[in-house]
């Protein structure tokens, strides 16, 4: 069975603060991806990154990086120094190659709430 | 501006009524699916549709149909049958269902029984 855990149901930091967003999955297939995906208040849900099993590498871009690993099934997202415009529900995500479709296997979400 | 667009962005429904939520894409994407997202927990597939004139149920199809009539058109009803329909509704679409696209998501459709 594939699964996607977000423990974490509600954050709540200072403006400025850094704050990590936790993500576990379980999948038997080797080759698979892992997502985030973030809903403004708008609804819709915007990409943020897309990384394949067989890259462990850790990743950053701007404010946002991205640590993956592999042996411990995780695929955390650490948003530095948040911002007021950060706040919003973040979704982690997967997907098996051994799916022919498109369908992604979604976690709980994890609301995050910046406050000035 | 290519995108997905999803109406309308409020919907009620009364008891034994049939509702159709549009959802129309100028991607030029094969791909469309519908996804269910209810407070607290992760999106739920209903349906997908890989190529125009064929479409497969997801996760919770129950009270629920599509159809693919046009490449950039997947309608979804909620049909009496459906007895707990409040949800937001999400639509999106991918260039051509393969495993490693990512999706894009219109901005949903909050549905609400009266």
């Known amino acids: 069975a594939q699964k996607v855990t977000q423990a974490q149901t509600e954050i709540s930091v200072v403006e400025k603060e850094d704050v990590t967003l936790d993500c576990v999955y379980e999948t038997r297939d080797t080759t698979y991806y892992l997502f985030w995906y973030k809903q403004p208040p708008s609804g819709e849900l915007v990409f943020l990154i897309r990384?394949?099993?067989?890259?462990?590498q850790n990743e950053i871009s701007g404010r946002y990086s991205w640590n993956f690993q592999k042996s411990t099934s995780s695929f955390n997202f650490t948003i530095t120094a948040s911002q007021v415009v950060d706040s919003a529900v973040y979704f982690c995500?997967?997907?098996?190659?051994?799916?022919?479709?498109?369908?992604?296997?979604f976690g709980q979400g994890t609301t995050l709430q910046v406050k000035p | 501006d290519g995108g997905i667009t999803q109406s309308p962005k409020y919907l009620f429904r009364k008891e034994g009524q049939n509702v159709t939520l549009s959802c129309e894409q100028n991607?030029?994407?094969?791909?469309m699916y519908w996804y269910r997202q209810d407070p607290g927990q992760g999106l739920r597939l209903i349906y997908y549709s890989q190529i125009v004139n064929d479409f497969q149920k997801g996760d919770i199809a129950e009270g629920y149909s599509v159809s693919r009539e046009k490449k950039e058109s997947f309608p979804l009803t909620v049909t009496s049958a459906q007895k707990n329909p409040t949800a937001f509704y999400l639509c999106?679409?991918?260039?051509?269902?393969?495993?490693?696209?990512?999706?894009?998501f219109g901005s949903g459709t909050q549905l609400s029984v009266l």
């Open positions: 990384r394949n099993s067989f890259d462990e």
């Open positions: 999106a679409s991918s260039p051509s269902g393969s495993r490693a696209e990512k999706l894009f």
């Open positions: 995500a997967l997907k098996s190659l051994s799916s022919n479709t498109g369908k992604l296997i």
């Open positions: 991607l030029n994407h094969d791909a």
